[in-house]
């Protein structure tokens, strides 16, 4: 058994992104406690887990109880599977329901019976205690430092365009189309989500219609060492005539602004072509995850071509702009 703790930002979104992982390698989310998700799956799913970008960690679930004495009592049968040395480290979520102050030392002894050495400054292990509505206690396999998606924002890349999404929720977007080989982003701007594409191995396709943008996504792809690529000068709109392919996975967060900054085209009239080029260059089954303004119909023009929309998570930006990010899959 296994726990991920998501992030708080976008929770359903990001609970969907492991639901999605999980897909791929053979596991399934079976409980849920506020940000706490409790995972049945394989070994096999762990590289798969390890894609996660709105994921703060995730473990080995060893003990789950209903108060601290009956998680103190459980983890004396437990064989703790810890190398080296260890410190007990609590996570008190918004809904904790239980006294959980004294905790990390008393379960600390509990381990340390077993022979463990304690280390509270660097410990070789991490024993991650949650307060919830119950209470639970794993070790930590994977934590997913913020520092390393920090470094690929925006204004840290060579070519800089300061609209562009977090790479956390770009890495998301990636995720929620389940790509295993290739991704195309149609309107890729600086190239912000084929970055975190090209990270996870997979080859990935741009397009845009600005040739600066063509060569600045080229030049921040090769400065974060992804090499395997396809840019393209071209228009989202006319897709079919850029490829001679069909993909399994599209992901693209299109421009929000004015006339100017959309080639002279109308904003809607814009994105009700670009999903109807995206639908004819995708595969049957493909997915296509894409952000749209929340005054735009995303779903209603989507599912007029034929699309089947799998989930919608709502982001407010700023006081002028709220969007909601779209999965969909074309059956």
């Known amino acids: 058994m296994l726990y991920v703790e998501i992030l708080g930002n976008l929770p359903e979104m990001a609970r969907d992104e492991v639901k999605a992982m999980l897909e791929l390698g053979g596991g ?47 983890a004396k049968d437990v064989e703790w599977p810890i190398e080296g040395t260890f410190k007990v480290d609590t996570e008190t979520m918004a809904n904790c329901r239980h006294d959980v102050l004294d905790l990390p030392r008393k379960l600390g ?12 400054s ?14 639970y206690a794993g070790i930590r396999l994977r934590f997913f430092d913020p520092k390393d998606f920090e470094r690929r924002k925006a204004h840290h890349r060579p070519f800089f365009r300061p609209i ?87 992901a693209t967060d299109p421009p929000y602004g004015t006339a100017a900054t959309l080639a002279g085209r109308k904003r809607e009239e ?21 952000a749209f303004p929340t005054s735009f119909d995303g779903m209603g023009e989507a599912e007029k071509l034929g699309f089947k929309m799998l989930g919608r998570y709502y982001q407010r930006v700023h006081k002028s702009l709220e969007r909601y990010f779209y999965v969909f899959t074309k059956d």
């Open 109 to 120: 002894a509990v381990i340390h019976s077993q022979g463990h050495r304690v280390n509270l």
């Open 28 to 74: 399934k989310i079976v409980g849920q406690d506020y940000l706490f998700l409790k995972v049945d799956a394989p070994e096999r799913a762990f590289p798969f887990l390890d894609r996660l970008g709105l994921a703060h960690e995730y473990g080995e679930l060893l003990v789950e109880a209903d108060s601290v004495d009956e998680l103190l009592r459980k």
């Open 270 to 290: 814009l994105y009700r072509a670009v999903l109807r080029s995206i639908y004819n260059v995708l595969k049957p089954g493909g997915r296509l995850a894409i």
């Open 164 to 250: 562009s999404l977090h790479p956390r929720v770009s890495r998301a977007l990636v995720n929620l189309t389940k790509a295993t080989k290739e991704l195309l982003d149609p309107m890729m701007g600086a190239g912000g989500i084929l970055i975190e594409a090209g990270l996870l191995g997979l080859k990935v396709y741009g397009v845009d219609i600005k040739p600066e943008m063509v060569e600045g996504a080229e030049m921040n792809l090769r400065h974060y060492g992804v090499r395997d690529f396809e840019l393209k000068l071209g228009d989202a709109t006319r897709l079919e005539e850029l490829f001679d392919k069909k993909f399994e996975a599209v």
């Open 122 to 135: 660097r410990p070789n292990t991490l024993v991650r205690v949650y307060c919830g509505e119950k209470l």
